[in-house]
């Protein structure tokens, strides 16, 4: 493990005993020949039992200086050993130049041969200064494994952990404090640099995994406690969906409109359209359920249908294609609501205010009555009119005959009388709503109009209410993952300022 060239390394932490540590790391990386500087620097409180450590100057062990001096010690020794270099004279005899000669030759094979003993000499302590960094780095990575451990010992508490991981971040600061003594001895000898470096390594290794290790028991346990209180969220969710359902069942028990038995026109709000709006949603998925049935019952394979009716569309769950059926019947059923009467009756409009009171009595009249009963009563009223219109464009020709083996409803529609059947009793439930939503819509002033999402719209919660929340865990916080509409299933209302949220199937 070798720091990058001029970069320095700290860290500094406690342990359960409160001794304070700062340890760092200094070390730069030439050409061939190494430059190291290590800088421990130990503060302890009062009882920690190790030798104080003193900082090294690193231009001290700087090696073109080392180096320099070395060679001026080189040629001193090689002095005193020749006696100096003395010049011959001009008299001396042929006999004292080739002795002369065989001097300067030992000479210069002595030097050779200190220059080789001299090489090898530096490789050693060079390995053996490797050897020791790669020590000092396997005991920086045992104190981080050892502190770690400290740290996971102390959420949840545990007193023995803590204790042990304690005596081990001691025990590897001591190891470190011996190591900066042999560092300022310069006792770098090692009988086998290869053999230390390569242990120490494993060593370094083993403390990283454990530290590893001791990070993902960490994160199982936060992942456990993220479950728990998941499943503590469901219960509580599921609670209070039992409650819901209790309170919707004792609201329809009598099956009438009965909050707003004492509805009056002057006294409309929109919290009363919402109300009724909850209503005609139940009845419009009471009919989707039925319809389901029937066409499985039939032979209908209802991905295939869901793909029809919503195309390119990837469903998160199984369960998620209902949606498919409720947005169809949604987008067939509220076709021209924002228009009188479905604009389905050619008879002259009123006055606005009129209009309004017309409306509001119609619903009045039609709220507590069955809609069979109404239907034999006024058989060729707007609200007949309606529910005929929008059977035959709702039930294609080829579903009714897959179900029922025949057309008998549709022609009994067609003659302008109506069908006695369970599916046509719960198709006209759910169209009454729908009719007394509209003419709940026109009772107010400005009058309530009705929106839909477009397909690959964002997401806004004013607007929009999502029916699969799942979507978003996806979602990292990127434009290009964000949830996107896939489709809407129920629309939008806006009375006045009043915003009623549509429901969008997210993709």
């Known amino acids: 493990m070798i720091f990058s060239a001029n970069r320095a390394s700290e860290f500094c932490f406690r342990t359960a005993k409160n001794h304070r540590v700062l340890v760092v790391f200094l070390s730069r990386r030439e050409k061939g020949c190494y430059e190291w500087g290590i800088m421990l620097f130990l503060c302890f409180i009062e009882d920690l039992n ?18 320099l001096a070395r060679t001026f010690a080189k040629v001193l ?14 008299s001396e005899n042929v006999k004292d130049d080739v002795v002369n000669n065989d001097v300067v030759k030992t000479k210069l094979l002595k030097k050779t041969q200190f220059k080789s003993f001299d090489d090898e000499d530096e490789k050693l302590q060079k390995a053996a200064a490797e050897a020791f960094l790669a020590k000092l780095f396997a005991n920086v990575s045992a104190v981080k494994a050892a502190y770690a451990q400290l740290q996971f010992s102390q959420s949840p508490y545990d007193p023995d952990g803590i204790q042990s991981a304690d005596e081990l971040v001691v025990s590897e600061l001591k190891n470190l404090s011996e190591l900066k003594q042999c560092y300022v001895k310069k006792q770098f000898n090692e009988y086998s640099p290869d053999t230390t470096h390569l242990l120490a390594e494993i060593q ?5 995994l454990k530290t590893y290790d001791i990070m993902g028991k960490k994160l199982d346990s936060q992942l456990k406690l993220k479950e728990s209180e998941i499943m503590f969220l469901r219960e509580k969710l599921v609670e209070a969906n039992k409650e ?14 009965s909050p707003l038995d004492n509805l009056h026109f002057s006294s409309l709000i929109p919290s009363h359209f919402i109300m009724f709006l909850r209503q005609t949603i139940r009845s419009i998925r009471s009919f989707v359920r039925l319809l389901s049935k029937e066409m499985v019952d039939a032979g209908w ?26 947005s169809f019947v949604c987008r067939e059923m509220f076709d021209g609501f924002n228009y ?21 009595d119609r619903f009045m009249e039609l709220r507590s009555v069955k809609p069979a009963d109404y239907l034999a009563w006024k058989p060729k009223s707007t609200f007949g009119r309606f529910c005929r219109a929008k059977y035959l464009k709702l039930i294609n020709p080829k579903i009714e005959d897959s179900i029922f083996s025949n057309l008998d409803q549709r022609n009994i529609l067609k003659s302008g009388e109506y069908p ?45 209410e999502s029916l ?21 299933v129920v629309p939008g209302f806006k009375i006045g300022k009043t915003v009623v949220q549509c429901q969008v199937y997210l993709c």
Request: hydrophobic share 35%; aromatic share 10%.
């Open 77 to 90: 020794h090689i002095r005193a050993l020749t006696g100096g270099h003395q010049k011959p004279k001009f």
């Open 50 to 67: 190790i030798p104080k450590m003193d900082s090294v100057n690193r231009f001290a062990v700087t090696p073109s200086k080392s180096k």
């Open 244 to 257: 819901n359902k209790l309170l919707e069942k004792r609201l329809n028990a009598s099956g009438s409109v």
């Open 204 to 208: 370094e290794q083993k403390s990283i």
């Open 420 to 464: 006695e059947t369970t599916f046509f009793s719960t198709f006209s439930e759910m169209a009454k709503r729908i009719w007394l939503l509209h003419c709940l819509a026109l009772s107010f002033d400005p009058v309530a109009s009705i929106f839909q999402l477009c397909k690959g719209c964002r997401f806004s919660d004013i607007y929009m």
């Open 301 to 326: 394979k209802l991905d295939a249908a869901a793909c029809s009716i919503q195309p390119d569309i990837e469903f998160l769950k199984a369960n998620d294609i209902c949606y498919a059926f409720e």
């Open 468 to 488: 699969n929340e799942e979507a978003f865990l996806s979602w990292d916080g990127s434009p290009e993952t964000e949830p996107r509409v896939g489709f809407t």
């Open 340 to 360: 009188p009467n479905f604009s389905i009756s050619t008879e002259p409009l009123p006055e606005q205010k009129k209009r309004q009171r017309l409306a509001f």
